[in-house]
């Protein structure tokens, strides 16, 4: 797969004209190059005596960097090394990062992250990105304009820190994390994104005891108080940014539905524990099912004599454990893909789901129509008449259903974690989920939840209960299976938001649409199956190549899904007027060279000094 480089060759990369010179040249991370300025710039730049006299490229940078990096044992003193260097070098920090990409992910991104967001005020150094605290509220407009005035802002991630990756509530942190990959895959440029952290206190015990904790040490701010505060900052971004895409991360399940829901209509936003985990494991299931009916032609459902293969995706038995954020957005969007790619009708594309949550099997018994109204779960309820048999625990009420129970009762083709429970995927489960299908049919098995030490059930243990037969892809990386089936070696897919949001982003950003609807994260997410190394290497059988891309082909991958769901947003008229009424000359043909021109890539720009230049940010 291309790199990013390859749509922005060099010289496609203009001069700058920027106003800094000396000390804050050097101090400016969107603009240093440290020992990579050439003569002529330390000259005109007020630079001369300030560096050490050899001029560095920009790989000899990344060598120093690199072997700098490597004398950090733990992935924890690497993550602070790499922060220290984003803080100083943008450019750098990025160019090393593409040049390790595989190895250096699990360190900015999951697992290490998680460990560095909950030391975050114990590793604290130099802030980064804006702060909106509850308290401070009558500052927002004030605050937010200091950061952001005069520049073009394409991106705006934003986090309350309820529910971070699986650890909870976590006060502040993520934000970063995410915007730094939207710039090494996705390709944005990291000067037009701001990482916003809405700061409304925390209910961790252990951080309001924290002597050290930077975050507003009060318990969360809840009900109107905190609608009417994010109220306030959507608004300012909608006046500021109108055209912006708004990307909502790691909110509590509540919030993160109410708020997509609420302001899915009038902005570009995205929820991407609900949206992009929704799309990237709908590209992942794709190429699971594609690989799953490769050279079988006949399939026996059970003891009826039907006969059947399980191709499409209506075709499948879901059942989600851990039905919160993630939970529900993979349910939503596998059953919205049903519906556009099968043609069948919603109500009944949502009888393909069972979700289990802490409570058992969730389903309609007892619920007032008023609350079931006013549960965004409800489509997926089962109904309270359906027969649970004397497996249930309480037999007659479906009440406290087990996913063993459920497991063995509805025999599942497809069975995903986004529950934060580790090991909850049993031998037990994992072992009733491949009696339950017919010998040739491979089980789909997605343990998502993260960090790596809250997986469902680790990738080895799943092949190895279910004798090779599982397709099993991860929300954190996880090592090949060696010599797992028949001395074959089989390659974990990391199913994870990341490795789709950035093109989706970009894609939304590029087509400057309304909003980022449904039919674009399809387009996307198929796509994104149509690069799956499994579908491209099968050869009559599964082979053992992950389901999805490898992170490290992650950039180019999510340009072609920035390409797909730019067209598709292009096709159904929710792009912005000037990729729709053809003014600016361009159209869905030019989709492709747009986004190369609009790609951002890690090398350093010649700098001219001028006055009324670009400043810091
Ligand atoms: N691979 C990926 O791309 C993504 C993975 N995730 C992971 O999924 C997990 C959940 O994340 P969110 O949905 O954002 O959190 P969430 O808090 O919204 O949802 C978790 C749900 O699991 C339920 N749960 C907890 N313990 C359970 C148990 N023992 N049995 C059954 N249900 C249980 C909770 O009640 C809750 O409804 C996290 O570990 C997160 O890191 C989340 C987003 C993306
Ligand atoms: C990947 C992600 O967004 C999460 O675990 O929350
Ligand atoms: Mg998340």
Same mark, same amino acid.
């Given at each position: 797969?291309?790199?990013?480089?390859?749509?922005?060759?060099?010289?496609?990369?203009?001069?700058?004209?920027?106003?800094?010179?000396?000390?804050?040249?050097?101090?400016?991370?969107?603009?240093? =190059?440290?020992?990579?300025?050439? %003569?002529?710039?330390?000259?005109?730049?007020?630079?001369?005596?300030? %560096?050490?006299?050899?001029?560095?490229?920009?790989?000899?940078?990344?060598?120093?960097?690199?072997?700098?990096?490597?004398?950090?044992?733990?992935?924890?003193?690497?993550?602070?090394?790499?922060?220290?260097?984003?803080?100083?070098?943008?450019?750098?920090?990025?160019?090393?990062?593409?040049?390790?990409?595989?190895?250096?992910?699990?360190?900015?991104?999951?697992?290490?992250?998680?460990?560095?967001?909950?030391?975050?005020?114990?590793?604290?150094?130099?802030?980064?990105? %804006?702060?909106?605290?509850?308290?401070?509220?009558?500052?927002?407009?004030?605050?937010?304009?200091?950061?952001?005035?005069?520049?073009?802002?394409?991106?705006?991630?934003?986090?309350?820190?309820?529910?971070?990756?699986?650890?909870?509530?976590?006060?502040?942190?993520?934000?970063?994390?995410?915007?730094?990959?939207?710039?090494?895959?996705?390709?944005?440029?990291?000067?037009?994104?701001?990482?916003?952290?809405?700061?409304?206190?925390?209910?961790?015990?252990?951080?309001?005891?924290?002597?050290?904790?930077?975050?507003?040490?009060?318990?969360?701010?809840?009900?109107?108080?905190?609608?009417?505060?994010?109220?306030?900052?959507?608004?300012?971004?909608?006046?500021?940014?109108?055209?912006?895409?708004?990307?909502?991360?790691?909110?509590?399940?509540?919030?993160?539905?109410?708020?997509?829901?609420?302001?899915?209509?009038?902005?570009?936003?995205?929820?991407?524990?609900?949206?992009?985990?929704?799309?990237?494991?709908?590209?992942?299931?794709?190429?699971?099912?594609?690989?799953?009916?490769?050279?079988?032609?006949?399939?026996?459902?059970?003891?009826?004599?039907?006969?059947?293969?399980?191709?499409?995706?209506?075709?499948?038995?879901?059942?989600?454990?851990?039905?919160?954020?993630?939970?529900?957005?993979?349910?939503?969007?596998?059953?919205?893909?049903?519906?556009?790619?099968?043609?069948?009708?919603?109500?009944?594309?949502?009888?393909?789901?069972?979700?289990?949550?802490?409570?058992?099997?969730?389903?309609?018994?007892?619920?007032?129509?008023?609350?079931?109204? =006013?549960?965004?779960?409800?489509?997926? +309820?089962?109904?309270?008449?359906?027969?649970?048999?004397?497996?249930?625990?309480?037999?007659?009420?479906?009440?406290?259903?087990?996913?063993?129970?459920?497991?063995?009762?509805?025999?599942?083709?497809?069975?995903?974690?986004?529950?934060?429970?580790?090991?909850?995927?049993?031998?037990?489960?994992?072992?009733?989920?491949?009696?339950?299908?017919?010998?040739?049919?491979?089980?789909?098995?997605?343990?998502?939840?993260?960090?790596?030490?809250?997986?469902?059930?680790?990738?080895?243990?799943?092949?190895?209960?279910?004798?090779?037969?599982?397709?099993?892809?991860?929300?954190?990386?996880?090592?090949?299976?060696?010599?797992?089936?028949?001395?074959?070696?089989?390659?974990?897919?990391?199913?994870?938001?990341?490795?789709? +949001?950035?093109?989706?982003?970009?894609?939304?950003?590029?087509?400057?649409?309304?909003?980022?609807?449904?039919?674009?994260?399809?387009?996307?997410?198929?796509?994104?199956?149509?690069?799956?190394?499994?579908?491209?290497?099968?050869?009559?059988?599964?082979?053992?190549?992950?389901?999805?891309?490898?992170?490290?082909?992650?950039?180019?991958?999510?340009?072609?899904?920035?390409?797909?769901?730019?067209?598709?947003?292009? =096709?159904?008229?929710?792009?912005?007027?000037?990729?729709?009424?053809?003014?600016?000359?361009?159209?869905?043909?030019?989709?492709?060279?747009?986004?190369?021109?609009?790609?951002?890539?890690?090398?350093?720009?010649?700098?001219? +000094?001028? =006055?009324?230049?670009?400043?810091?940010?």
């Amino acid at each position: 797969m291309d790199d990013l480089h390859s749509h922005k060759p060099a010289e496609l990369i203009a001069p700058l004209r920027i106003s800094l010179r000396g000390h804050a040249l050097l101090t400016s991370p969107r603009f240093n =190059k440290g020992t990579g300025f050439p %003569l002529a710039e330390r000259k005109a730049l007020g630079l001369e005596g300030r %560096l050490p006299t050899k001029v560095n490229t920009l790989e000899q940078q990344c060598t120093r960097a690199y072997d700098q990096l490597l004398q950090r044992d733990l992935p924890i003193r690497k993550n602070t090394f790499l922060q220290s260097l984003k803080d100083q070098n943008w450019t750098l920090y990025y160019a090393l990062l593409a040049r390790h990409l595989r190895e250096l992910i699990p360190i900015i991104y999951t697992p290490t992250e998680a460990e560095a967001i909950s030391s975050y005020s114990h590793l604290f150094r130099r802030s980064e990105g %804006l702060f909106l605290a509850f308290p401070h509220q009558d500052m927002m407009e004030e605050s937010f304009l200091e950061q952001t005035r005069g520049r073009e802002i394409d991106l705006i991630v934003v986090t309350d820190a309820e529910a971070i990756l699986g650890i909870g509530d976590q006060g502040v942190g993520i934000s970063t994390a995410k915007s730094a990959i939207y710039t090494l895959i996705g390709g944005l440029d990291p000067s037009r994104s701001l990482a916003v952290t809405l700061d409304v206190g925390t209910n961790n015990e252990e951080l309001l005891n924290d002597p050290l904790y930077v975050g507003w040490p009060e318990k969360r701010v809840r009900g109107e108080a905190y609608d009417s505060f994010v109220d306030k900052f959507v608004q300012l971004v909608r006046k500021h940014y109108p055209h912006s895409l708004l990307h909502f991360e790691d909110f509590g399940v509540t919030n993160a539905h109410r708020l997509l829901g609420r302001y899915r209509e009038t902005h570009a936003v995205f929820n991407d524990d609900i949206q992009g985990t929704g799309a990237v494991t709908l590209a992942c299931v794709m190429s699971a099912i594609r690989v799953s009916s490769e050279g079988r032609t006949i399939v026996l459902d059970g003891d009826s004599d039907h006969q059947t293969v399980r191709k499409r995706l209506s075709d499948q038995r879901v059942i989600i454990f851990g039905a919160g954020s993630a939970g529900l957005g993979i349910a939503v969007q596998l059953r919205d893909a049903m519906v556009a790619e099968d043609g069948i009708e919603p109500e009944q594309a949502n009888k393909a789901f069972w979700l289990i949550d802490r409570e058992g099997l969730l389903y309609d018994n007892g619920l007032s129509e008023e609350s079931l109204q =006013k549960d965004h779960r409800r489509a997926f +309820y089962r109904p309270s008449t359906e027969e649970w048999g004397a497996n249930s625990a309480q037999e007659g009420t479906n009440k406290g259903v087990s996913l063993l129970e459920v497991v063995k009762h509805i025999r599942p083709t497809v069975l995903i974690g986004c529950s934060t429970a580790a090991g909850a995927f049993t031998q037990d489960v994992i072992e009733a989920v491949a009696d339950g299908l017919h010998e040739g049919e491979h089980p789909i098995i997605l343990p998502l939840s993260n960090p790596s030490r809250l997986v469902e059930a680790t990738p080895e243990n799943i092949i190895k209960w279910t004798n090779g037969r599982a397709l099993v892809a991860t929300g954190s990386p996880f090592e090949t299976v060696k010599k797992a089936v028949n001395g074959k070696d089989i390659d974990i897919g990391e199913c994870n938001n990341a490795l789709i +949001y950035p093109g989706i982003g970009f894609g939304a950003i590029l087509a400057q649409s309304r909003s980022v609807t449904d039919t674009m994260l399809i387009a996307g997410a198929r796509r994104l199956a149509a690069l799956s190394p499994a579908i491209n290497d099968l050869d009559g059988a599964y082979n053992g190549s992950a389901l999805l891309p490898d992170f490290g082909d992650a950039p180019g991958v999510n340009f072609e899904v920035a390409v797909a769901v730019a067209e598709q947003a292009i =096709k159904e008229g929710s792009a912005g007027q000037q990729w729709l009424s053809g003014e600016a000359g361009w159209g869905l043909e030019d989709v492709r060279q747009r986004a190369g021109e609009k790609v951002w890539v890690p090398v350093y720009a010649d700098f001219i +000094y001028d =006055k009324q230049g670009v400043g810091d940010l």
